[in-house]
Nanobody, 126 residues
Framework: VQLQASGGGLVQAGGSLRLSCAAS????????MGWFRQAPGKEREFAAG????????KYADSVKGRFTISRDNAKSTMYLQMNNLKPEDTAVYYC????????????????????WGQGTQVTVSS
């Protein structure tokens, strides 16, 4: 599986961005996927995850109520809609996918994911 993240950019606090993660290669639709982020000098952290079926989602407390993860299995693409962005959301955002089919499981640990995209920079100015 190859993952290509896009949609990052510079936005003012309170603004919105929509990230996309396009997958190619092996079967996409059954795999759990997630968005992680890494700010300068900090470890990579979980932001949002979605099950293979798309029916189950989880969010980090810091983004709950502001971010929405979704997927379109027909297009092999995952999305992260980010609203009411804050300066502390500034980070490189990475998408990730598991290698094993998991229709109803959301993974929150980096070590559980097998494939990673290249990352897209999100910068929120105050």
């Amino acid at each position: 599986v190859q993952l290509q993240a896009s949609g990052g950019g510079l936005v003012q606090a309170g603004g919105s961005l929509r990230l996309s993660c396009a997958a190619s290669g092996r079967t996409f639709s059954s795999k759990a996927m997630g968005w992680f982020r890494q700010a300068p000098g900090k470890e990579r952290e979980f932001a949002a995850g979605i099950s293979g079926s798309g029916r189950i989602t989880k969010y980090a407390d810091s983004v709950k109520g502001r971010f929405t993860i979704s997927r379109d299995n027909a297009k092999s693409t995952m999305y992260l809609q980010m609203n009411n962005l804050k300066p502390e959301d500034t980070a490189v955002y990475y998408c990730a996918a598991d290698a094993v089919a998991s229709l109803n499981t959301v993974l929150v640990d980096t070590v559980r994911y097998d494939y990673w995209g290249q990352g897209t920079q999100v910068t929120v100015s105050s």
